[in-house]
């Protein structure tokens, strides 16, 4: 039996040797090292936490960098507006709205992986139902880790809640620590926000991050 908090020596080995990422997001690049190479980092937090925030600025600056990012929208909710104003280049991106079908999300995923094309994708699943999560089988998030191995990419997945455990290399909690608005009554609007970041598996630690009001 291996006690709370222990890692197992396999997986002590498999950490050492990941190569890593540097993202341009100071915070979580201090705290994780950047991105893990052909790895899955996992964000999550409650609605509004800023979570899909911290992955804009993650994809703008790859989309900065020429590197193809693809968005796997379950719900979708992306606004390319939004993310061209936070300096994404869309024409770098990759669109996929899935009508709020998670399934056909989860196979997008997949097929994405499998064509090693895209530095990034990201699988938004922050509005996703929660028994249909419930009910997905572990095994669907470790075809991406196998799919993802040895590969150049990296996969982005925003949730409410942690899931996919030891499928993942990196997860991050994500939560708001205050906002900043502008104007009166309900014509207020959101400038900028600082948002927290604790990292649960990838290195450990905790920051805060400042961003612009879009996108939270």
């Given at each position: 039996?291996?006690?709370?908090?222990?890692?197992?020596?396999?997986?002590?080995?498999?950490?050492?040797?990941?190569?890593?990422?540097?993202?341009?997001?100071?915070?979580?690049?201090?705290?994780?090292?950047?991105?893990?190479?052909?790895?899955?980092?996992?964000?999550?937090?409650?609605?509004?936490?800023?979570?899909?925030?911290?992955?804009?600025?993650?994809?703008?600056?790859?989309?900065?960098?020429?590197?193809?990012?693809?968005?796997?929208?379950?719900?979708?909710?992306?606004?390319?507006?939004?993310?061209?104003?936070?300096?994404?280049?869309?024409?770098?991106?990759?669109?996929?709205?899935?009508?709020?079908?998670?399934?056909?999300?989860?196979?997008?995923?997949?097929?994405?992986?499998?064509?090693?094309?895209?530095?990034?994708?990201?699988?938004?699943?922050?509005?996703?139902?929660?028994?249909?999560?419930d009910r997905m089988p572990n095994s669907y998030w470790f075809r991406f880790k196998v799919g993802l191995k040895d590969s150049a990419s990296?996969?982005?997945?925003?949730?409410?809640?942690?899931?996919?455990?030891?499928?993942?290399?990196?997860?991050?909690?994500?939560?708001?620590?205050?906002?900043?608005?502008?104007?009166?009554?309900?014509?207020?609007?959101?400038?900028?926000?600082?948002?927290?970041?604790?990292?649960?598996?990838?290195?450990?630690?905790?920051?805060?991050?400042?961003?612009?009001?879009?996108?939270?």
């Amino acid at each position: 039996m291996i006690s709370e908090g222990v890692v197992k020596l396999s997986e002590f080995a498999e950490l050492q040797k990941q190569e890593r990422v540097p993202t341009g997001v100071a915070p979580f690049d201090e705290l994780t090292g950047g991105l893990v190479r052909g790895g899955i980092c996992e964000f999550f937090g409650k609605k509004g936490s800023g979570k899909r925030s911290v992955v804009f600025a993650i994809l703008t600056n790859m989309t900065r960098e020429n590197k193809i990012c693809a968005v796997v929208d379950t719900s979708n909710s992306f606004d390319p507006v939004s993310a061209a104003g936070c300096g994404m280049h869309l024409g770098k991106v990759l669109w996929i709205k899935c009508d709020d079908d998670p399934q056909k999300a989860v196979l997008a995923t997949d097929y994405l992986i499998q064509s090693r094309l895209f530095g990034a994708v990201w699988l938004d699943m922050s509005l996703c139902e929660k028994d249909f999560l419930d009910r997905m089988p572990n095994s669907y998030w470790f075809r991406f880790k196998v799919g993802l191995k040895d590969s150049a990419s990296a996969l982005l997945v925003t949730l409410e809640e942690a899931r996919m455990r030891s499928a993942t290399q990196q997860s991050v909690f994500v939560s708001k620590e205050k906002n900043g608005w502008e104007g009166e009554s309900c014509f207020r609007v959101m400038r900028e926000g600082e948002i927290s970041l604790e990292v649960i598996r990838g290195r450990k630690g905790n920051s805060a991050l400042r961003v612009q009001g879009s996108g939270f």
